[in-house]
């Protein structure tokens, strides 16, 4: 798109998603806004599912916008329009795809433990997609008696545990299932990310050993509050509880 319509990245404020692809297909070179009249625009953007009228005409306007700053190098007839057209729908058939697999892993799920997936989805940071990935990775937490087996399981040593105000050895190994490790890794980023409008007392305590130790990484930081969260998962199923952060926040050993 740098040599057809570099300012059309712009558009919406990511330059992802179903929506943005879509309006990049139907525009690819700037001489496509401009060769059109603005209802002609505005009716393309009008029939994009999830952009309303009000969207539509800002978006219109937007374009027009930047269409009018673009000198671009391919003209509209180049080979490349074709080529961004071809892979953009290719991007959105997989996406698709993707989707439909989601939906079903997730009729999957509810089908063989609908509560552990109502359990997961109420901590903060594990939206429907980890949960139905979780789901299906560690089975039915219920099978363990505790929750080192659950460690073993996953593949996280468990050389490190907090107790109290004490911390030991902590280590990763490569054994155990590296597909829910590397989900428990990356829930751990995602309940970050939400941390300022749905508390957890397992981000608590990350920010809390982030500025205590600069001299800590990320990784190890990371690794012993997947402990936490694994702990806390398994004493929630064990319970049939959903989370709770002020009672996570009482009970630290959750």
Known sequence: MQST?????SILSTSSGRVYWTIVSLFPPAQYVLNHNENQVFQSLLAISGIGRQRAHYLTTRL?????QAYPYDNESSITIRAIQRNIA??????AERDNVINYMEKLAMQANARSL???????????TTAVRLVAELGDLRRFDTSAQ???FVGIDPGRY???EKDSHLGITK????LARKILYRTITQMETVKATQPCHITDYYDKKKRSSNSRGYKKIAIASVHKLIRTMFALIKHDQLYDYNVAT?????
């Not at 319509?5 to 990245?9: H, L, M, N, R, V």
């Not at 109502?118 to 429907?128: C, T």
């Not at 054994?175 to 590296?178: E, K, R, S, T, V």
């Open 90 to 95: 290719n991007l959105l058939s997989l996406s």
């Open 64 to 68: 027009y916008a930047l269409a009018r």
């Open 5 to 9: 319509f570099p300012q059309i990245e």
């Open 175 to 178: 054994h155990g299932n590296h």
């Open 150 to 152: 659950i460690d073993a």
């Open 118 to 128: 109502n359990i997961y989805e109420s901590i903060p940071g594990i939206a429907k």
């Open 162 to 164: 907090q107790s109290g």
């Open 250 to 254: 009482h009970n630290q050993r959750l």
